[in-house]
């Protein structure tokens, strides 16, 4: 019944096309180099042709393959301008849509997960998808008692096509790093491999959903629409109408960059803080800007937030040690830092660094919780990953000695991800404000006093 590319091997066949072309166009560029080219210019050329065949096959593809495009998407911020410029639109569309599933199909799934009688959960139901993803598409409908919904209907076969394509692109992985300096990608698509089995039960995702929903229900500033129904393959929730993030980012004015901004930083921190769950898919396809409600103050735009497929359970919230050593970081308390980096994992007991390097390292990164209010930029973003992904870099050289434990993977990938969002924004954001109030360890302990001796004064 699927209608993603049905044979195994004609997915394979375009993905396995991939380093091929890679490898014409080092061809070619080896070529444009003996003509007299310059290094940099060709190596350009040859990183905005990859993408342009890279984007266009992910999106095709759907699945494993659509997914991790919409994650690398997030960080053509880090890109060259000139390379990054002529295909963001083709990322933006990576993020707001897909080739649909024919209306036969969509029936199909209904029939089969909610019964053959679904018409009668539904007043009005839209055959047209609204929107399109990695593993399903949205249909607009009104439910049985008159609310507007959105209709979440899996994708047949999704599950085998998602571990096929990343099982694919990790053999290859080695080759995509050119486009995305500074950033390993075969950690970020083992780490989805991983969470093959959670992205495709809406069980667990109305779970999620139902728990944010809850928990912000009063909230001025974050809306999470609430769940109506759900059964395997199917997800219905409230429809939420607003403006997508893409086109914020797109044309927006400085006072709704400004404000997603601000409630991205707030969303990113405040809900492990809140929920003790982690939203782990931080595209701008997966965020709206909603009109302030009746009575606020002019400008209170609110942020809506979408698909709760993938969220990292952390019943503490964030951990101590992130705010701890950023604090420890902002304070210039090297040493400190650095036995706290050590105990957690993040450097290895046979590696031996020198504590004032690290601390060298790590401030450039911290930059926005240095200062009151912080504008991300794509040229902030782009430098931070050109000394980072430099081999002749101090930093290069000091990063290939650090390590990632396990437990922090999702964390890391979310906050980057957030960042490039907040750098294709350009938004000027408070971040110091929101670490201070929602992330655990960022605000030192007030020493409790001595407690007075018996008959002192």
Not at 298 to 306: D, E, Q, S, T, Y
Not at 309 to 324: K, N, Q, S, Y
Not at 416 to 440: F, M, N, Y
């Given at each position: 019944?699927?209608?993603?590319?049905?044979?195994?091997?004609?997915?394979?066949?375009?993905?396995?096309?991939?380093?091929?072309?890679?490898?014409?166009?080092?061809?070619?560029?080896?070529?444009?180099?003996?003509?007299?080219?310059?290094?940099?210019?060709?190596?350009?050329?040859?990183?905005?042709?990859?993408?342009?065949?890279?984007?266009?096959?992910?999106?095709?593809?759907?699945?494993?393959?659509?997914?991790?495009?919409?994650?690398?998407?997030?960080?053509?911020?880090?890109?060259?301008?000139?390379?990054?410029?002529?295909?963001?639109?083709?990322?933006?569309?990576?993020?707001?849509?897909?080739?649909?599933?024919?209306?036969?199909?969509?029936?199909?799934?209904?029939a089969e997960r909610i019964g053959e009688d679904w018409r009668e959960y539904f007043l009005e139901f839209e055959d047209k998808p609204s929107a399109a993803a990695s593993i399903g598409q949205v249909h607009r409908g009104v439910?049985?008692?008159?609310?507007?919904?959105?209709?979440?209907?899996?994708?047949?076969?999704?599950?085998?096509?998602?571990?096929?394509?990343?099982?694919?692109?990790?053999?290859?992985?080695?080759?995509?790093?050119?486009?995305?300096?500074?950033?390993?990608?075969?950690?970020?698509?083992?780490?989805?491999?991983?969470?093959?089995?959670?992205?495709?039960?809406?069980?667990?995702?109305?779970?999620?959903?139902?728990?944010?929903?809850?928990?912000?229900?009063?909230?001025?500033?974050?809306?999470?629409?609430?769940?109506?129904?759900?059964?395997?393959?199917?997800?219905?929730?409230?429809?939420?109408?607003?403006?997508?993030?893409?086109?914020?980012?797109?044309?927006?004015?400085?006072?709704?960059?400004?404000?997603?901004?601000?409630?991205?930083?707030?969303?990113?921190?405040?809900?492990?803080?809140?929920?003790?769950?982690?939203?782990?898919?931080?595209?701008?396809?997966?965020?709206?800007?909603?009109?302030?409600?009746?009575?606020?103050?002019?400008?209170?735009?609110?942020?809506?937030?979408?698909?709760?497929?993938?969220?990292?359970?952390?019943?503490?919230?964030?951990?101590?040690?992130?705010?701890?050593?950023?604090?420890?970081?902002?304070?210039?308390?090297?040493?400190?830092?650095?036995?706290?980096?050590?105990?957690?994992?993040?450097?290895?007991?046979?590696?031996?660094?020198?504590?004032?390097?690290?601390?060298?390292?790590?401030?450039?990164?911290?930059?926005?919780?240095?200062?009151?209010?912080?504008?991300?930029?794509?040229?902030?973003?782009?430098?931070?990953?050109?000394?980072?992904?430099?081999?002749?870099?101090?930093?290069?050289?000091?990063?290939?000695?650090?390590?990632?434990?396990?437990?922090?993977?999702?964390?890391?990938?979310?906050?980057?991800?957030?960042?490039?969002?907040?750098?294709?924004?350009?938004?000027?954001?408070?971040?110091?404000?929101?670490?201070?109030?929602?992330?655990?360890?960022?605000?030192?302990?007030?020493?409790?006093?001595?407690?007075?001796?018996?008959?002192?004064?």
């Amino acid at each position: 019944m699927s209608d993603l590319p049905r044979k195994a091997v004609t997915r394979t066949a375009k993905l396995a096309a991939l380093p091929l072309g890679f490898a014409g166009r080092a061809t070619w560029g080896l070529g444009k180099r003996i003509g007299g080219r310059s290094a940099e210019l060709v190596a350009r050329e040859v990183q905005q042709r990859t993408a342009d065949q890279l984007f266009k096959t992910l999106g095709e593809l759907k699945g494993g393959a659509m997914k991790l495009g919409q994650a690398l998407s997030v960080f053509e911020s880090a890109l060259p301008e000139e390379v990054a410029g002529p295909y963001r639109a083709a990322l933006t569309k990576l993020q707001e849509a897909a080739p649909p599933l024919p209306a036969h199909t969509v029936h199909g799934v209904l029939a089969e997960r909610i019964g053959e009688d679904w018409r009668e959960y539904f007043l009005e139901f839209e055959d047209k998808p609204s929107a399109a993803a990695s593993i399903g598409q949205v249909h607009r409908g009104v439910w049985h008692d008159g609310r507007e919904v959105a209709v979440k209907v899996q994708y047949p076969g999704a599950g085998e096509a998602l571990l096929s394509d990343l099982t694919q692109l990790s053999r290859f992985a080695r080759l995509l790093g050119p486009l995305i300096p500074g950033m390993d990608i075969k950690p970020l698509i083992k780490e989805m491999r991983d969470r093959v089995s959670e992205e495709l039960d809406y069980e667990l995702e109305a779970q999620a959903q139902r728990v944010h929903a809850a928990e912000f229900a009063d909230d001025p500033d974050v809306v999470i629409p609430g769940v109506v129904h759900q059964s395997d393959q199917v997800l219905v929730t409230e429809w939420m109408e607003g403006i997508p993030l893409a086109d914020v980012i797109a044309d927006g004015t400085a006072e709704q960059r400004d404000r997603a901004g601000q409630l991205l930083a707030r969303f990113l921190f405040s809900g492990p803080a809140r929920t003790g769950l982690l939203h782990a898919d931080p595209h701008p396809g997966n965020f709206r800007l909603l009109p302030e409600e009746e009575g606020a103050s002019a400008g209170a735009w609110r942020l809506g937030v979408l698909d709760f497929g993938t969220v990292d359970r952390l019943p503490g919230g964030l951990p101590a040690t992130i705010g701890e050593s950023l604090r420890m970081t902002l304070e210039g308390n090297a040493a400190a830092v650095y036995g706290l980096l050590r105990e957690e994992g993040f450097v290895k007991e046979s590696i031996e660094l020198e504590p004032d390097e690290v601390l060298d390292y790590l401030l450039p990164i911290i930059e926005p919780a240095q200062v009151e209010e912080f504008t991300f930029s794509r040229g902030w973003l782009r430098d931070q990953a050109a000394r980072i992904a430099d081999p002749r870099s101090p930093a290069h050289q000091l990063g290939r000695q650090l390590n990632l434990p396990p437990s922090y993977l999702l964390i890391h990938r979310v906050t980057l991800s957030t960042i490039g969002v907040l750098c294709q924004l350009g938004a000027a954001v408070r971040l110091r404000d929101e670490l201070e109030a929602w992330l655990p360890g960022f605000v030192a302990e007030t020493e409790e006093p001595e407690p007075v001796a018996e008959g002192g004064v």
